[in-house]
Nanobody
Framework: QVQLVESGGGLVQAGGSLRLSCAAS????????MGWFRQAPGKEREFVAA????????YYADSAKGRFTISRDNAKTTVYLQMNSLKPEDTAVYYC?????????????????WGQGTQVTVSS
């Protein structure tokens, strides 16, 4: 079992930055691929980024490339999403996800475990 708790969301002006954190509990955190998704009001959940358990492979949605960076610290059992140059269209609830297979997150957009989400609001 893996429990995920997101933090770091908030209100920011367009062009600003936020860093989301996802704290995981569970002894097998280090072998899980991790990812971030988001869901805006009235829209479907959207893949944002994913990272392998070792951190050597990263995956990004086109909307995130060049602006967002995913990283992880296995010692702290935490995964991060650094978001720069934020736009109003980035406004959404951001969810952390974990799965033994990172490709399931990055390609099938599915995961065994999900966090409760953290709200990100970007004002224009």
């Amino acid at each position: 079992q893996v429990q995920l708790v997101e933090s770091g969301g908030g209100l920011v002006q367009a062009g600003g930055s936020l860093r989301l954190s996802c704290a995981a509990s569970g002894r097998t955190f280090r072998i899980y691929g991790m990812g971030w998704f988001r869901q805006a009001p009235g829209k479907e959940r959207e893949f944002v980024a994913a990272i392998t358990w070792s951190g050597d492979s990263l995956y990004y949605a086109d909307s995130a490339k060049g602006r967002f960076t995913i990283s992880r610290d296995n010692a702290k059992t935490t995964v991060y999403l650094q978001m720069n140059s934020l736009k109003p269209e980035d406004t959404a609830v951001y969810y952390c996800a974990a799965d033994p297979m990172v490709r399931r997150i990055a390609q099938s957009y599915e995961a065994d475990y999900w966090g409760q989400g953290t709200q990100v609001t970007v004002s224009s």
